[in-house]
């Protein structure tokens, strides 16, 4: 039986794009290429859409906060909408502040970002969170609370605070599998 056809384009090409941002980069502390969580993100959002523009975004959705692109790279690149997508999950550092230091302020607002949001930004932000709750569940299940010690972060509470904010944010999609998974890791990891 032949598969439809399907136009992967946009897609491929953000694929290509990611990987080459991303290249020789590891995920924080877990001996994998980097480029491993945002195709994890672009199979969560395929799960909810089979948009090409958002599954673009997925991919590249870290692209400017952990890499030397910019938004305005991003927007020449693939337009205007995957660009905008992109942006709402993109974290804003203060300069001069540590990470430590800014890190309740830039978690509040990227809750109020991502609930202000469309429900195509959002399916993308539930990607990503997913895809961060699958890893801190597995390596909570093998470290319990010295997981947290991975993080710039160390206090679980905080972490609570910030996963049940983006649950309540991201509560519009409660009809998807993927916020379902997500609620039931939140649920799993903080009690």
């Given at each position: 039986?032949?598969?439809?056809?399907?136009?992967?384009?946009?897609?491929?090409?953000?694929?290509?794009?990611?990987?080459?941002?991303?290249?020789?980069?590891?995920?924080?502390?877990?001996?994998?290429?980097?480029?491993?969580?945002?195709?994890?993100?672009?199979?969560?959002?395929?799960?909810?859409?089979?948009?090409?523009?958002?599954?673009?975004?997925?991919?590249?959705?870290?692209?400017?906060?952990?890499?030397?692109?910019?938004?305005?790279?991003?927007?020449?690149?693939?337009?205007?909408?995957?660009?905008?997508?992109?942006?709402?999950?993109?974290?804003?550092?203060?300069?001069?502040?540590?990470?430590?230091?800014?890190?309740?302020?830039?978690?509040r607002g990227a809750i109020?970002?991502?609930?202000?949001?469309?429900?195509?930004?959002?399916?993308?932000?539930?990607?990503?969170?997913?895809?961060?709750?699958?890893?801190?569940?597995?390596?909570?299940?093998?470290?319990?609370?010295?997981?947290?010690?991975?993080?710039?972060?160390?206090?679980?509470?905080?972490?609570?605070?910030?996963y049940e904010g983006l649950?309540?944010a991201l509560e519009p999609?409660?009809?998807?599998?993927?916020?379902?998974?997500?609620?039931?890791?939140?649920?799993?990891?903080?009690?």
């Amino acid at each position: 039986m032949r598969n439809a056809h399907i136009d992967t384009s946009l897609l491929d090409r953000a694929i290509c794009f990611a990987v080459s941002a991303h290249r020789n980069t590891e995920r924080r502390g877990k001996g994998y290429p980097y480029i491993v969580h945002p195709l994890e993100v672009v199979s969560i959002v395929a799960t909810m859409t089979s948009d090409q523009e958002l599954l673009a975004a997925a991919a590249l959705h870290d692209t400017v906060e952990d890499t030397d692109i910019s938004i305005e790279d991003i927007r020449k690149e693939f337009g205007h909408r995957i660009a905008d997508l992109v942006e709402v999950e993109t974290d804003s550092f203060i300069d001069g502040v540590a990470d430590e230091d800014s890190w309740h302020e830039r978690k509040r607002g990227a809750i109020e970002r991502i609930a202000a949001s469309s429900r195509d930004a959002q399916m993308v932000a539930l990607g990503d969170k997913l895809s961060n709750a699958r890893i801190i569940y597995r390596d909570y299940i093998e470290m319990g609370d010295e997981v947290w010690n991975l993080f710039h972060v160390k206090d679980k509470a905080s972490h609570r605070w910030h996963y049940e904010g983006l649950a309540a944010a991201l509560e519009p999609l409660s009809d998807t599998f993927a916020y379902k998974e997500f609620v039931q890791l939140v649920k799993a990891i903080f009690g």
